[in-house]
């Protein structure tokens, strides 16, 4: 029977129609659909969704798609990433519409993205380390801190909440102003940045400690070393720690304008 | 240092699923225009205490504290009075048909104690530190932790599941205002003590 769909993996700078071979989800064969010097990297697949209630099936599709995001990578240089999931309704006819439709867009994005990767960095500091830095710059903490200690136990209790409130708060402008200091630093060196407070996953060896921020970055190749020794820098000084994973797919930065 | 590509499934869950193109919704499989970029999947594998985290809620997190925060209201507080203490607690309802126990959140203030009730912004009891004095109610057959309230108006039973805490506050609230010298606080139960 006839698939009636593509399962759409990327969009890479190719003009060569090539296989990739049986990489695909489920082992489906993965090939590429060229239009002028772009592609779109796809299996043929049927009219609906993948879907199933089974969560290790799930996630083995997910590093499939992952997998040939990776592979098209090596072979093209960096590709447009796409969401897992998104199905093309109709041939390859249908796909090759598309690329020439959305050619302009796509094959600005992909000279944007030439050259680069996504690289995710996220800076942990030492709990103990923070705490002491706040109250060493707060005088009004240490005096709180005393009259706790000579406090009756009710008085010292109140004292207690308004303690911790305002170690709280501090401590909050704290890691605000150490991570603007640290994206100053970084900033200079990548071409794209995103800031964000958390991250999805936190290695054994972090954890318990504090995420001072998380930064995604668009680097390009070059300047990948000298990222490096600027986050060397920072691992290095005493109470922080810094996790740098990658090279991506530019997930986090590629921007499609709606065509619709 | 050198990056590191480690192979995290949920590192890597995260950018396929919320990162990443997604097409126009004519081009794609889709159901009544929205497309299916593995909704139903994000949700199985992120689970629901993850899903904002994975921003797959954001929407409806958004819109809700929203609303939240327009039915937000504050205490009425006299000048130079502040909130030092609160808990969530109930106020014992005797009068009329119903007898019940009414929730809301106590407020203990450097001037008052208050139970308040967020939504509608409503003050359903309140009574001054001054001349008040508080009685602990031995644990009934329902197990509560109730504490009796004494004042020249009448008494009034409250309760709280954190009433050590209540009490120290009140304690606290109590030296920390100035306001009258409390008696001993008796453990029994039996004896009232005086703010």
Known sequence: MVKEARYLYSVARTGHDAMLGSIGIEKNNVYIITYKDIAAIVHACDAKPYKTEDKKLAEGWVLEHSYVIDQATKMFGTVLPFSFDVIIKGNDDAVKDWLCRDYENLAGELIRVRGTAEYSIQIYCDHAYLENLV?????????????????????????????????????????SRLADRFCSEIKPLVKELKVSGRT???????????????????????????????????????????????????FSFVRLQETG | MNPERESCLVEVLDRLLNKGAVLNADLIISVAGIPLIGVTLKAMIAGMETMLEYGIMEDWDKSSRELYASQETHIPLFPGEQVLYKAFGYLREDEGLIKCWVPGIWNITSQRIILWIKTPGKVLFETPLENLRVLRVPASHEVRKELELIYPEGRTRISLSERDEFEEALAGAAEATNAMKRSEICESGQLPYQI
């Open chain 1, 135 to 175: 109250y060493s710059k707060n005088q009004e903490l240490v005096d709180l801190k005393n009259s706790i200690e000579k406090g009756s136990k009710g008085k010292a209790y109140l004292l207690k909440r308004d303690l911790d409130m305002k170690l709280k708060n501090l401590t909050y402008s704290e890691t």
């Open chain 1, 200 to 250: 999805s996953w936190t290695p054994e060896k972090y954890k318990g400690k504090k995420l001072l921020a998380t930064y995604c970055c668009l680097v390009s190749d070059e300047a990948v070393k000298k990222l490096g020794e600027v986050l060397e820098e920072i691992n290095c000084k005493e109470g922080f720690f810094v996790r740098f994973t990658g090279p991506w797919a530019p």
